[in-house]
């Protein structure tokens, strides 16, 4: 996951909800819609930012496994 690209396809998809929003409404939505937009929008971002990618323990995968390779 590159959080940068998911920042700016987030940010896209917002951009285009309130297109829709405004040609459905006739014009710019009201200022507690556009601030609720803006807040969600801001904290998803922050998260987003904020994630590491799992660089947990690592092994290579087995070519055949067999049952005997299985851990009881």
């Known amino acids: 996951m590159n959080p940068r690209r ?3 396809w ?3 998809g917002v951009l285009a909800m309130l297109s ?14 556009l601030l609720w ?4 929008h801001l904290f998803f971002c922050c998260m987003i930012a904020r994630v590491k990618p799992y660089r ?3 092994i290579e995968p087995m070519a055949q496994p067999t049952v005997d390779d299985w851990r009881k």
């Open 56 to 58: 947990g323990p690592y």
């Open 37 to 40: 937009f803006a807040a969600s």
């Open 10 to 12: 987030t940010t896209v």
């Open 20 to 33: 829709v929003v405004t040609m459905l409404f006739g014009g710019i939505p009201a200022w507690p819609m």
């Open 6 to 8: 998911v920042i700016i």
